[in-house]
T-cell receptor
């Protein structure tokens, strides 16, 4: 699985868009980009994933660059409840495969 | 939220005792996983299952065994618990995807302390 690089921490004001970057320069053609978050000691929560095209769901948007070497997770209107550690993971499409969680980005939403 | 129940949620036991953690799902998903989470290591895969009676090892499988006799239940057993197995254990499930990768969904975790 390709390795990802994320900033250690970020801050964002409540109500603003939070943009979390991720570099995955060694990603291969069949690998998806996944985003999860973990709030305090809860289980990781799936946010969104994509292969090539940008994706949007009720939680967030995922923007993947054309060369697929980086991506950005966008939380359009951050709330205090979005304070969490956010993980960017690259994973191949092949049935049961482990998710490799790095250190992630600790996002703090400030009032 | 995905229908995943882990039990027990908390357990304290002594070194050398057997421990079994249970993961129960109501989603009828094919794949089930056990991870452990420790400070400084992130989540690491212990074992996973790709169907009833079909299991395989993850990256930190030593000292653990698993069983899956029904689609909905995936058991993780520590035959003889050691202090190094003190951790938070997460179960995850995912369904088989046709043409698109499917995400894993996680349970709320079991906090296990071995004294």
């Amino acid at each position: 699985d390709a390795k990802t690089t994320q900033p250690t921490s970020m801050d964002c004001a409540e109500g603003r868009a939070a943009n979390l970057p991720c570099n995955h320069s060694t990603i291969s053609g069949n690998e998806y980009v996944y985003w999860y978050r973990q709030i305090h000691s809860q289980g990781p929560q799936y946010i969104i994933h994509g292969l090539k095209n940008n994706e949007t769901n009720e939680m967030a948007s995922l923007i993947i660059t054309e060369d697929r070497k980086s991506s950005t997770l966008i939380l359009p209107h951050a709330t205090l409840r979005d304070t969490a550690v956010y993980y960017c993971i690259v994973r191949g499409f092949q049935g049961a495969q482990k998710l490799v969680f790095g250190q992630g980005t600790r996002l703090t939403i400030n009032p | 939220d995905a229908g995943i129940t882990q039990s027990p949620r908390h357990k304290v036991t002594e070194t050398g005792t057997p421990v079994t953690l249970r993961c129960h799902q109501t989603e009828n998903h094919r794949y089930m996983y056990w991870y452990r989470q420790d400070p400084g290591h992130g989540l690491r895969l212990i074992h996973y299952s790709y169907g009833v009676k079909d299991t395989d090892k993850g990256e930190v499988s030593d000292g653990y065994s698993v069983s899956r006799s029904k689609t909905e239940d995936f058991l993780l057993t520590l035959e003889s618990a050691t202090s190094s197995q003190t951790s938070v254990y997460f179960c995850a499930i995912s369904e088989a995807g046709a043409g698109r990768d499917q995400p894993q969904h996680f349970g709320d975790g079991t906090r296990l302390s071995i004294l």
